[in-house]
């Protein structure tokens, strides 16, 4: 039988027939057939004791003998089909086992070791992955009432008999998943298959072709597109958004040709593209810092410094597996990890670091091609950029710098955020048409980007000797919250003062399942998001820097955990966003993406009559602050961080009338307003506790 992406693929009756040794084969040379390489250290260890080696595949030798050993059981002729290391296509990650069954869909992991929260949390993310983003499982659930079963098996001493059962599925949209993972050890690993098979609603079979080659289109997350770039595969985005992904395909198509022009021509050239929050900005990016024709040349810059900590964090992980794992292969990459390695620390570089790199780049050509993320946070001449002033305009000193180091041309890929504008001292999109200007570059940036609101007005750019036209150069729709894109028109509307055009919007979202919640109350807000998330989903507080007085509610804006941390541990680790414990700002979590967030509004950005104003706290209370478009842009990063939902948090406020700073009024005032946006009070949201 053709595997598709899967290593091993046949028939349970082939299965229980073919001699395990033969198994242990096909999926050692699967993993040849995908050229994956083993850790550098791993081959130290195996060249030390070729032990290591035998032990780890006398592990594969267990599992498969166990699962062997367990469907054997004629009561498991339910399951028609046997899938070995399924190709997610997201992180590099395999799935140990599927078992197609009659109404039945088993993922199954085999653990060595005690099962942690981890493990938990792995197996369900695999099940809730199928049903989100693969098509014939999606259809086998909605169409054929099949359930899909997270099962953990343990390939330990077989003395040890462990079965840990728990029925019932989780809420929607994951209701065809059961909702606890069946535990198991390898003897009763046939008992938990006969358990699960206790919970079908259905008893249709599941065509295991079709399965195999069913179209799997991953999310579009930073994390999963960068991790994939750096394997050198494909990112894929789900099917909801084919009109913003083929915008994204043109631009990114058009960026390059523009860009090898330039590198062949040796034109000195920058070359913009704007989006909206979510729309795609650093996927395009990315996806061209890792196209063959630039991989040698680009290196990735951004403002965004958290964004460059939890990346690197992220493709270390992926990539990177300990000596005491045996012979595990090391994610997607075909080259040498190693190298995989050293690029997830030196390709990505934060903006205001870059300057001071610069010439320090391993003697290559990488940084002839700089992908500038968050181009409009440059600083102007005299602030201080990692404890040097700035002598002149940073962008004018980063073009100057290249010019310098690449006689022979250079490009600036400058990725602008439409109101994302959240520091003080940025000087937006205009710095870079005065550095091009005043040094020769050249400019291409589109008539769209042109007209947004934040380019300067004061030169005639449109028309300018070294302008260039760029035809898709501004990406419009948001691909974050990708159940509907309408939650960041929805914040544009809140923040723009225009409360009927919010509720309508809001009652749209609501009739396609996205209605956004509003409470008074913190632990209402993490019920809510501890009900909806599963698996590996992300979730966090999120709070404007300035929301001081949110410390009175146990919130420390002040308190800045590490992001990467913050964003990448499991459950169980008290670091954890998932935890809902400690808070993250709009300047740390800008660019990046959780599946649910707690959006906490302080008195920073309060309702005075039908209009916002602009707080912060200065000595003792609160102190009017100018920079009222930097505090709305602030929450409008806030409240387009999701992708899956958002519960907004209003504190009441101090009911005794003592903590001057936090007026009952002030946050009514604010709620009323989130009200008449459309935003649900929390007493109408379903107790899902009981399920």
């Not at 909801?240 to 021509?265: F, G, K, M, Q």
């Not at 400019?443 to 036209?469: C, M, N």
Request: proline residues 3%.
């Amino acid at each position: 039988m053709k595997a598709g992406t899967a290593w091993y693929a046949q028939s349970r009756t082939d299965f229980l027939r073919e001699p395990t040794q033969l198994v242990v084969q096909q999926l050692s040379d699967g993993a040849a057939r995908e050229g994956l390489h083993v850790e550098h250290e791993q081959r130290q260890e195996w060249e030390a004791s070729i032990g290591v080696l035998q032990r780890e595949l006398q592990q594969r030798t267990l599992e498969i003998q166990a699962l062997k050993d367990a469907l054997a059981d004629p009561g498991l002729g339910a399951y028609r089909h046997v899938i070995l290391e399924y190709d997610l296509r997201r992180r590099g990650l395999r799935i140990d086992c599927v078992l197609l069954g009659d109404g039945v869909i088993a993922v199954v992991e085999f653990k060595r070791s005690r099962f942690s929260a981890a493990d938990r949390e792995q197996v369900t993310n695999y099940a809730v992955n199928l049903m989100e983003f693969h098509e014939e499982t999606q259809r086998a659930v909605e169409r054929d009432g099949a359930i899909v079963v997270p099962v953990l098996s343990h390939t330990g001493r077989r003395g040890e008999d462990r079965l840990v059962t728990t029925p019932g599925f989780h809420r929607a949209p994951w209701s065809g998943v059961v909702r606890r993972p069946i535990e198991s050890s390898s003897s009763k690993l046939h008992e938990a298959l006969k358990f699960a098979l206790t919970q079908r609603r259905s008893e249709v079979s599941t065509d295991c072709t079709q399965w195999l080659f069913s179209r799997f289109s991953p999310s579009s997350s930073i994390l999963d597109a960068a991790i994939s770039l750096y394997g050198q595969h494909t990112v894929s985005a789900i099917a909801e958004h084919s009109a913003p992904i083929e915008l994204i395909e043109r631009c990114t198509r058009e960026v390059l040709d523009l860009t090898t022009a330039s590198l062949r021509d040796g034109v000195n050239r920058v070359i913009f593209v704007s989006g909206s929050p979510g729309a795609g900005k650093t996927l395009v990016g990315l996806n061209l810092a890792f196209q063959p024709a630039l991989r040698e040349d680009a290196v990735f810059v951004t403002g965004n410094a958290p964004l460059v900590e939890v990346l690197s964090a992220a493709l270390k992980s992926s990539y990177r597996k300990g000596p005491a794992a045996g012979a595990v292969a090391s994610g997607y990459a075909r080259e040498s990890v190693a190298r995989v390695i050293e690029m997830s620390t030196f390709k990505l570089v934060k903006a205001h670091r870059f300057l001071g790199e610069h010439d320090q780049n391993l003697g290559s050509s990488d940084g002839r091609v700089v992908i500038f993320d968050e181009a409009q946070r440059t600083y102007r001449a005299g602030h201080m950029v990692v404890g040097v002033q700035l002598q002149a305009d940073e962008a004018k000193l980063i073009l100057q710098s290249l010019a310098a180091s690449h006689p022979s041309g250079s490009v600036v890929i400058a990725l602008v955020g439409h109101n994302q504008a959240i520091g003080r001292a940025e000087m937006g999109i205009g710095a870079w048409f005065k550095a091009c200007a005043e040094l020769g570059w050249r400019f291409a940036i589109s008539d769209e980007t042109l007209s947004l609101d934040e380019v300067e007005k004061s030169g005639d750019w449109a028309t300018h000797p070294y302008r260039d036209q760029l035809t898709t150069g501004h990406l419009p729709h948001s691909i974050r919250y990708y159940r509907n894109e309408g939650l960041e028109r929805w914040a544009d509307h809140v923040l723009g003062n225009r409360p009927e055009a919010a509720a309508v919007l809001a009652d749209e979202l609501a009739a396609k399942g996205n209605t956004i919640w509003m409470t008074r109350s913190l632990s209402e807000a993490r019920r809510w998001v501890r009900e909806r998330r599963v698996g590996a989903e992300r979730a966090g507080i999120i709070a404007s820097g300035q929301a001081r007085r949110l410390a009175a509610e146990g919130l420390f804006v002040e308190l800045k955990p590490d992001i990467a941390t913050w964003m990448l541990a499991p459950d169980g680790d008290v670091r954890s966003g998932n935890m809902l414990e400690t808070v993250q700002n709009q300047y740390q979590i800008q660019g990046l993406e959780l599946d649910y967030t707690i959006v906490c509004w302080d008195g920073d950005l309060r309702r005075e009559g039908d209009q916002w104003g602009a707080y912060k706290i200065v000595g003792a209370g609160w102190r009017r602050d100018k920079e009222l478009a930097v505090a709305k842009n602030g929450y409008r990063v806030l409240l387009t961080r999701a992708r899956k939902g958002m519960i907004i948090y209003v504190p009441v406020g101090d009911k005794t009338g003592e903590d001057e700073t936090r007026p009952c009024r002030l946050y009514n005032d604010i709620a009323d307003h989130l009200i008449s946006c459309g935003a649900l009070p929390a007493e109408y949201i379903p107790d899902f506790s009981s399920r």
